[in-house]
């Protein structure tokens, strides 16, 4: 047992070395960085112009004689400002995932030194934990520097200081990034594992991370009766959510219909996990976490289930050693 | 000279037809162009129906004045609202693959490095190259140019009159030069690179700059925002701030004048424009699509005049 730990800690040790000198991983997360602070200071410039908007809407009403019909101001919620933040995520954190697993992968058979690690008296779970460690030590050292970096823009551009809770929030928002990106780490590393060309693992691997984050999403949403019309369908019809709610009740077919779709991506589970933590999805902002996770549990327990799913199939595929000496 | 272009191309356009990769993709777009339809006409059908029943509900409450139904004289094109979506973000980053594996393949078969003993030049090849992409992407659109025309009138019943036609054609070749700006796009990156992966991340890289960072900073919409056809019609933001930016980046905002001829061109947001007048508003859109495509072709002849024909195994 000691002797399988200290090989995980070897192999996860030299993962980490690895990839941190890698260029395409460091152009990536700085690019991360760059959207994370430029999605933030947008979101912080967006709501100073809605606030300038209100104190021009108030002084028109004033000068008009309604100060009875003056709308309440607009409120900052500092982890709304995430929605960014979350969505940059999805998109670049994913690709993060897939790089670091191609190139975990494409290293051992550039050099062919999976098939001598194989020969050697390792099991093929230590080399698959020893790669996942030592990638999540650098995912989550991206994910630190993503979450100081919205720490203090809120600090420094929104002038709010988050409070505990909110700070709890944020880094529940980076732990399920986290496992967001492990999935396609995993995905990545298992094509690359499969496939005999690296090339056509990485294309097949764009093709898949396409799927989950762009299309199916856009399906769901576009499908959408509220997306209809900027602004909201409902809101345009000046009717409230009891009325929508009923009218909606009448097409229980077709808006099942598009859940299910929705569903089947881990890009969906993971942003309405992080869209409920943050009170971006009204229904839960400044809810307490309890009375959030009695609805997201499932999107959380669906997030685990295609990341377990992508780590036991690598797993199937290195066990395959005929395929592993036969690849390359 | 042309003779030899010409072969290249035709070599390329076999090679990219061999390539399984490439039939995925071409299977993936020709079911994003059938979900386009079915889709635009499915959720029609229903946002009408569920109109309909506000309507009722509103008139239960005693609501005399009910707002207008704009589906009902939406443009038939408008059913065509996702391929403008589709072909910004997916379409693009398709044409990144065939581009980045058009050179990429020559590079790791050793290729590059033994074509130029023969009689042809460096320009001729790439600009041979450049046509076989061309032919590849003029195919699959129209392809998918007549999915839309055949699946509109399945699922519509109407005829299309000879202006949506020809909406629909400028449509579809626009959407051709945008993909063609991606494709050599990803062949620069796979001439000048170094690595292979790099190669195929950079442009990527570039690809999310333009069709979300430069969005977001013009109008402050999140990158999920721009997955739905009609919340990019969303107004922008009126502080300073997005007001000088929008003036600086839009008019260099390729997938922005892109999403802006494309939705004029198909009516999105229920208003059926002179296509005279279409062309005419985004003339300067137009003259920036051809600008960065005589920019990326002129610099990818460059990077092969400078390709070191003698490289080593390239990197991963």
Known sequence: ?328 | MWKKIWSVSINEFRALFKEKTFILLLIIFILMTIFSTYIGWSTKNTIEKVYQETVIKLKESGVSEIPLDTFLIAPVLSILKNMIVYIFLIGSLLAIIIGHSSFMRDRIAGISKIVFSRTISRKEFIIGKIIGIFNVLALIISVSFIISYVSIILVTGHPFSGNEIVKLLIFYVISLAYLIIFAILGLFFAISSRSESLALVIPIIIWIVISFVLPQLTSALNPSTLLNPVSIQQAAPHSRFFTVIQEVIKPFSLSENYKELGSNLLGVGSVDKNTMQILIDNSAGILLMLASMGFLIYGSIFSMKKFDVCEEEIDE
């Open chain 1, 1 to 328: 047992m000691n002797n399988s730990k200290s090989i995980i800690a070897v192999i996860a040790r030299k993962e980490y070395r690895d990839s941190i000198k890698s260029k395409l991983f460091l152009t990536l997360v700085s690019f991360l960085i760059v959207l994370i602070v430029v999605s933030i200071v947008v979101s912080s410039f967006d709501f100073k112009s809605q606030v300038a908007d209100y104190k021009s809407s108030v002084k028109i009403l004033e000068d008009m004689g309604k100060s009875s019909e003056i709308p309440s101001m607009p409120q900052f919620f500092p982890l709304k400002s995430m929605r960014g933040v979350i969505e940059y995520i999805e998109i670049i954190g994913a690709i993060i995932g897939i790089i670091l697993g191609y190139l975990s992968i494409s290293r051992e058979k550039g050099k062919r030194t999976l098939q001598l690690v194989l020969s050697r008296p390792v099991r093929i779970a230590d080399i698959i934990t020893g790669k996942f460690i030592g990638n999540s030590f650098l995912v989550l050292l991206v994910l630190l520097a993503g979450l100081f970096s919205t720490f203090f823009i809120i600090w420094g551009i929104g002038g709010l200081l988050l409070n505990l809770i909110e700070v709890v929030k944020l880094l529940l928002v980076f732990l399920f990034s986290y496992l967001y990106i492990m999935f396609f780490f995993c995905l990545s590393s298992m094509l690359s594992l499969w496939f005999k060309s690296l090339s056509n693992a990485l294309i097949i691997c764009f093709i898949i991370w396409l799927i989950f984050v762009l299309i199916i999403p856009q399906i769901g949403d576009t499908m959408d009766p509220d997306n209809q019309i900027p602004g909201g369908f409902f809101k345009s019809m000046n009717i409230d959510k009891v009325q929508e709610e009923e009218v909606m009740a009448k097409f229980t077919t077709y808006e099942t219909t598009r859940n299910a779709i929705e569903e089947s991506s881990i890009t969906k589970h993971y942003e309405r996990l992080n869209f409920a933590i943050t009170g971006i999805k009204e229904k839960y902002n400044g809810k307490d976490l309890r009375f959030i996770f009695k609805d997201s549990w499932k999107d959380l327990v669906w997030v685990f289930s295609f990341l377990l799913a992508a780590y036991f199939m690598e797993y199937a595929i290195l066990s395959n050693k005929r395929l592993i000496f036969n690849g390359d």
